[in-house]
């Protein structure tokens, strides 16, 4: 279980998680903290494992962490979000990809995500516009390559998936651009999602 938040003996202040998984609740005293720098340790295979983040606020009070990911690459904001509605104000956190509210993350290795993101379960009785999409570049997934591993997850891009052996580089390709163009579609439409959520304070 999760010990908490101490103060380290580096400037960073460190957390615990549980292996893999990133709970809300070990964050609950940020709602308290000053803005800044902190990190989390979660346990991995290779040991511990520990993640640098800043604290910050948007203008309407939201707090969240931005994790870098290195140069040029967008940063992974998870929201501290805390439930006005139960008397316990119990914090959640928003899954960087679907900005769901969770109660935990998921450990990936470009980062978290909620397990809906990982695992892509939709009701199809509730299909959005971006969901039929998530499918459509599913099925054209598995059709250019078959089944293996991380091909229905889309946080994984088309260019990382090697060529078929059997396949012509030209054929390949077109095929390949065909996806990520419904890929790049699909992103858009989750960064609509995401500025619906947070009225485009997240976004730079
Ligand atoms: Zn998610």
């Known amino acids: 279980m999760p010990t908490g938040f101490h103060f380290g003996r580096s400037q960073f202040r460190r957390y615990t998680s549980e292996y893999r998984k990133l709970y809300a609740h070990t964050f609950k005293g940020l709602t308290e903290k000053p803005l800044g720098q902190y990190q989390f340790t979660i346990t991995t295979e290779q040991g511990a494992e520990r993640t640098p983040f800043e604290l910050c606020e948007t203008s309407t009070g939201v707090r969240y962490m931005r994790i870098n990911k290195g140069e040029g690459k967008k940063p992974l904001e998870i929201a501290l979000l805390t439930c006005s509605s139960s008397a316990s104000n119990k914090l959640y956190i928003s899954c960087p990809y679907c900005q769901e509210r969770r109660q935990h993350l998921y450990r990936f290795k470009n980062g978290y995500a909620c397990r809906a993101c990982l695992k892509l379960h939709y009701a199809s009785q509730s299909e959005t516009k971006q969901s039929r999409l998530a499918r459509r570049i599913r ?66």
Do not use: H, T, V
């Open 139 to 204: 099925k054209l997934r598995l059709a250019l390559w078959g089944y293996q591993p991380d091909i229905y997850n889309l946080i994984e891009s088309s260019y990382y998936f090697a060529k078929p052996k059997y396949m012509r580089w030209k054929k390949f390709i077109e095929r390949r651009e065909a996806i990520s163009a419904l890929e790049s579609e699909y992103w858009r439409l989750s960064e609509q999602q995401l500025r619906r959520c947070f009225g485009g304070l997240f976004l730079r």
